[in-house]
């Protein structure tokens, strides 16, 4: 168990509509950064939180979006969801600042169907 | 962005070592090299990382060439439960540190 927590667990949306994925951070981690991961792919970065700030992005559009509060926890919003919107969404945690050694710590997921 | 390649798919006998592959022929000279693995529709668990000289924890070993152009992650004995997909990630020299996963290698162990 890595401390990393998402809810909900498995979530149906139809298209078109938006949707809010949470996160809590491991504790003592500073910093959130969240994956998309298609059926039979790896995961791929969408975006990285700290100190409530993006700090990078994937090649998502900007319907992807997200706010980290201030004890670390963060959420991922789509609006106008799509059909290949459809994934798992996994966070992961880490303590920002140690440089190349910085380890991320992966949630459970949460698994979005957009219908 | 240093890339990966890794087999597609390997299998072990329950008990023996499983040894899987990487090679990062374009790694630069401070980038490290980690290890995931992801069971089955859970999230990616962190196994073990290293930059030049080899490691060992609890879970695995990773022996890195002294080029650094590939690395093996060796699992002692393996279980059944370690059938997973194994992801050998370069660790993006960034700001964000960002982890680009390619499509790993999926260990069967078998009994």
């Known amino acids: 168990e890595t401390g990393v927590t998402q809810s909900p667990t498995h979530l149906i949306k139809t298209r078109g509509q938006q949707v809010t994925l949470r996160c809590s951070s491991q504790?003592?981690?500073?910093?959130v950064s969240w994956y998309q991961q298609a059926l039979g792919q790896g995961p791929q970065f969408i975006f990285q939180y700290y100190r409530e700030e993006e700090n990078g992005r994937g090649n998502f559009p900007p319907r992807f979006s997200g706010l980290q509060f201030p004890n670390y926890s963060s959420e991922l919003n789509v609006n106008a969801l799509e059909l290949d919107d459809s994934a798992l969404y996994l966070c992961?945690?880490?303590?920002?600042?140690?440089?190349?050694?910085?380890?991320?710590?992966f949630g459970p997921g949460t698994r979005l169907l957009v219908l | 962005d240093a890339k990966t390649t890794q087999p597609t798919s390997m299998d072990c006998a329950e008990g023996r070592a499983a040894n899987l592959p990487c090679n990062h022929s374009?790694?630069?000279?401070?980038?490290?090299v980690y290890w995931y693995r992801q069971i089955h529709s859970q999230g990616p668990q962190y196994i073990i990382h290293?930059?030049?000289n080899n490691e060992t924890n609890e879970m695995a070993s990773l022996i890195i060439t002294e080029d650094r152009k590939s690395s093996t992650l060796i699992l002692p004995h393996a279980t059944l439960r370690d059938t997973a997909v194994y992801y050998c990630i370069v660790r993006v020299e960034s700001n964000t540190g960002k982890l680009i996963f390619g499509q790993g290698t999926t260990l069967q162990v078998k009994p």
């Open positions: 290293g930059l030049k």
């Open positions: 992961a945690s880490s303590l920002l600042g140690q440089g190349p050694q910085e380890t991320q710590y």
């Open positions: 504790s003592g981690h500073n910093t």
């Open positions: 374009t790694i630069s000279g401070n980038e490290y």
